[in-house]
């Protein structure tokens, strides 16, 4: 079939259709000035390592206990002492409460001598327990089960209130006990101790590099 066929473009139409065209053509000129304005910069590596206490120094720099955040303990708002695991091997302490003898504020055998329970009292208060942040159950009254200070990289005593970290406390401070972690540098280490009353003691620590660590003790 042959012929001539046409069509009647309105004005509006028209100026529509133009306005398209010409703004399809100015998009594609200024894709292609980006593309050659486009810079490549040389990749940056950016690396970094970050401060940790050493167990085996007297004197610790940071505890988590306080903000429940790695802050050095000189930008720390709070009266905080912290028991290392050399001080625990120094004073020759086998748990918890022999390990705070030394701490001012602090009255960790107030029930005597007893290896069976920990019964600390900071500023006239008990004291809650705590081990890496989750609370230890209370068995009689106040007391809580010994912990075997051998398990542990250090003892963080916190003092004064802690109800909006730690919800419901003592107001006299808490007791964080804080789980030996692994180490950049392998460490193994076994021990036996006798004594007294029968007393048989062995312990290990076998850790693997930057993954878990083998802690046990048993009487």
Not at 26 to 34: F, G, H, I, L, V
Not at 127 to 151: F, H, I, Q
């Amino acid at each position: 079939m042959q012929g001539k066929f046409g069509f009647k473009l309105k004005p509006l139409s028209a100026a529509l259709l133009m306005t398209l065209i010409a703004g399809q053509t100015q998009a594609a000129e200024q894709n292609q000035t980006s593309a050659a304005a486009t810079t490549v910069l040389p990749s940056v590596t950016v690396s970094s390592t970050a401060d940790s206490d050493d167990s085996t120094n007297f004197v610790a720099k940071k505890a988590s206990g306080a903000t429940k955040s790695d802050r050095p303990l000189i930008e720390t708002s709070q009266s905080v002492s912290v028991v290392t695991q050399a001080q625990i091997a120094a004073q020759g302490a086998q748990n918890v409460s022999q390990a705070l003898r030394y701490l001012g504020g602090v009255q960790s055998e107030a029930g005597g001598a007893d290896t069976r329970f920990d019964t600390i009292i900071i500023r006239g208060f008990n004291a809650d327990e705590y081990l890496d942040g989750l609370r230890l159950p209370t068995v009689t009254y106040w007391s809580r089960p010994n912990y075997d200070a051998y398990l542990l990289d250090k003892i963080e005593v916190i003092k004064g209130p802690n109800s909006v970290l730690y919800g419901q406390a003592s107001p006299g401070g808490v007791v964080n006990l804080v789980s030996k972690r692994p180490t950049a540098d392998p460490l193994h280490e076994i021990y036996v101790t006798t004594g007294n009353n029968n007393l048989t003691e062995g312990g290990w620590t076998c850790p693997a590099r930057w993954t878990t660590i083998s802690t046990g003790s048993g009487v």
